[in-house]
């Protein structure tokens, strides 16, 4: 008896199936949004959780609003270790860099 495909109504695997699956160079690009994500967020909370603006985180860390709002774009990929350390610092928190295994399903695709 012929085993039956299974279908889902998951739009990001349909997508994820349709798009990325297969492609070495889309698979990067995912990974390598969801690290500007991560790190946009990252900053994105841990200023709001202190309560500043980016006015005023800016003024801190010695650089200017729309730096920060850069920063804070997910589009965004040009984060340095040194602008991230001076954030860290200005919120009184220390950056943490680590590799980790990449366990993600994306990442044997």
Same mark, same amino acid.
């Given at each position: 008896?012929?085993?039956?495909?299974?279908?889902?109504?998951?739009?990001?695997?349909?997508?994820?199936?349709? @798009?990325?699956?297969?492609?070495?160079?889309?698979?990067?690009?995912?990974r390598?949004?969801?690290?500007?994500?991560?790190?946009?967020?990252?900053?994105?909370?841990?200023?709001?959780?202190?309560?500043?603006?980016?006015?005023e985180?800016?003024?801190?860390?010695?650089?200017?609003?729309?730096?920060?709002?850069?920063?804070?774009?997910?589009? @965004?990929?040009?984060?340095?270790?040194?602008?991230?350390?001076?954030?860290?610092?200005?919120?009184?928190?220390?950056?943490?860099?680590?590799?980790?295994?990449?366990?993600?399903? @994306?990442? @044997?695709?």
């Amino acid at each position: 008896m012929a085993r039956r495909k299974q279908m889902t109504s998951d739009a990001v695997k349909i997508l994820h199936r349709r @798009y990325i699956k297969g492609s070495k160079k889309r698979l990067e690009s995912l990974r390598k949004q969801r690290d500007n994500l991560e790190v946009a967020e990252q900053i994105y909370n841990l200023r709001t959780q202190a309560g500043l603006s980016q006015k005023e985180l800016a003024k801190l860390v010695g650089t200017t609003q729309s730096v920060i709002s850069r920063l804070e774009d997910a589009d @965004y990929n040009g984060h340095s270790l040194t602008m991230l350390r001076k954030i860290g610092a200005a919120l009184h928190k220390k950056l943490q860099l680590r590799f980790v295994p990449d366990r993600s399903e @994306y990442a @044997y695709a």
